[in-house]
């Protein structure tokens, strides 16, 4: 599946059909590597019912250096608010 996802072109709207949550951040995680090791780019994150610290500690299991994406300002999630009023 990932190598569909990364076929995909800038602007291009996909569907990505998972069969469990944990398909998911397997999916999210190996998508996040490639983005910042290959593709070189940067990737904003709101994370869902993930915690962050989660995320960070799934992101150093892939061999990736989260600390030096942070400090470099590529690598940045946010906690998604759900209790957010206007």
Do not use: A, P
């Amino acid at each position: 599946m990932l190598d569909k996802i990364r076929q995909s072109k800038f602007g291009e709207h996909n569907l990505i059909l998972y069969e469990d949550y944990d398909t998911l951040c397997n999916i999210r995680l190996e998508y996040c590597k490639t983005t910042l090791e290959s593709l070189n780019e940067m990737v904003f994150l709101l994370s869902d019912n993930v915690s962050i610290s989660n995320f960070f500690l799934g992101l150093k299991n892939t061999g990736l250096d989260v600390q030096k994406y942070r400090s470099e300002g590529s690598l940045i999630v946010v906690n998604q608010r759900k209790d957010i009023s206007v």
